[in-house]
């Protein structure tokens, strides 16, 4: 029997004998994964040409700031190309979100994925996001010449990257962040002055330095991730697709260069850690995590809370939270005092908030009533609104946190500290696409019904949202020649509609198997087990 098994997951449909059920000889057959791996990368090929064309307002344009694709001198650069350019970055969002779409369906209807598999796709997805200059945000930049201030023993916690002078690692950055202190953790600026000694004091090489970094971030969340499934009693397959290979992932994480990403990746280990009995070395690493961004802080809070498991009064739960702070405490000070850095990080927590974006909900909030005070001649300070209204919007997240922390035993602590970090992304001071990767992140190991819908939507939707070039598109179709702008219209609705292939309908295999119904996803989904 055991070679008669063998002999079935190993050959093609075609050759086997008529006893084999030829159904369940293609639901072992997971070849139909090259079609969507191909098109996913085809999509990513796309944006990264699209970005490298001259002009592009989706990468920094100044000369030096990458190999390819940006102005070898200062001047106006051609922008002949830039509708085909803008075209082939749309379109290649529209089609990677539709290939990753079809691919959640398809896994989800059809489990047992090898994860080896998605391994594969996901290295082959990370290649062009680590060819193509830094997309969709300079931040990067802000990163290297923070990093360029620690080797040379600079404070980045009581100066901005301006101290440098004039430069190739202070030209690049944002004029917002020139005179802005940093809010990361030592860890992260300690690695980061690594980085720009490791490069010999070279601008892009301690930018390929930092994108690596994310990329180490992410390879923790894939190998943490289907640990974590199987410990929720979770079919693996479907949630690597939706965390490690992520269109946020992918395009903020990686394509940016991010930290978020290696702060994610060791909350997670920190997480999985816990779940596998070993809360100790959870919190460790949990604080590693906060010594990159200081939201992971609140994993600590979680670990020591379900440290002696579900269903313990809370009084018993004080000396565990205790001994979790006191731990996370004394790695924070260590690392503090090693890097030679101080606490000037703790301070600097409000500097993301110095930008003023209409998608934090609170800050067009305050900018709004601001705005409609002094129409009705009420001229008071938008600043002391702006203030006021962010201030409302951190207790209300806040005591979301509190009551979320309350029911943990009741909704889970994994899913309770995951809807916590969204709350304070979505109440903060400014919402960044690459934010929403901390919720939505831990939240996919558990999440079912309308919570696994809201990180699809999410996803799909995120990467477009504030997404730079919309106006310059808009420019472009208006001043354009009109058989080439009715041309970019036709090849972007064929990229939104020409159908992909068969293989987003495999799920057929699997309810032909077991007759389950073809389009009941709840109905193949497990339930997540908390414990």
Known sequence: MLAEVVRVRIAPVGVLGENVDPDRARANDWRFLRRPALMGFVALVSIAVGVSIDSSPFKLEMPGTWFFGVPNQQGVASTSFLLFGLVAVYGGLVLLMRVWYGMTRALTRRPGTPIKHLWLILGLWMVPMLVVAPIFSRDVFSYAAQGEMVSHHINPYNYGPFTLGAGP?????????????????????????????ASLHNVLVTVIFLRLLAVVGVVLIAWCIPKLARAYGREPGPIFLLTALNPLVLLTLIGSGHNDAIMVGLLLCGWTAAKTKHPAWGVVLC???????????????????????????????????????????????????????????????????????????????????????????????????????????????GAGAVYLLKISDRIGGLKALAISLLLFVVLGPVVQDWYLTWGLLLLAPVATGRWRTLIIGVSVLGPFLGLPGGRTLVDQLIHSDPLSVALAFVVLLGVLLVPLGRWSGTWRWHAALDGSDSWGDAMLEPQPVEG
Do not use: C
């Not at 909900?361 to 209204?389: D, E, K, Q, R, Y």
């Open 287 to 397: 604080a590693l995590a906060a010594a990159i961004k200081a939201p992971a802080g609140l994993g600590v809070l979680y670990i020591g809370w379900e440290w002696l498991g579900a269903g313990v009064p809370w009084r018993q739960r004080v000396r565990p939270v205790v001994t979790a702070g006191l731990i996370t405490l004394a790695i924070l000070a260590f690392l503090s005092v090693v890097s030679g850095l101080g606490w000037g990080w703790v301070g600097n927590l409000e500097t993301p908030g110095t930008v003023r974006s209409w998608l934090a909900p609170t800050t067009a909030i305050g900018l709004g009533l601001s705005g409609l005070l002094h129409s009705v001649g009420w001229n008071m300070s938008t600043t002391a609104v702006l203030s006021g209204a962010r201030v409302l919007g951190f207790t209300v997240a």
């Open 169 to 197: 690692y202070v030209n690049p950055v944002d004029s917002l962040w020139l005179n802005a202190p940093a809010p990361y953790g030592p860890l992260f600026l300690m690695i980061d002055g690594f980085f720009a000694t």
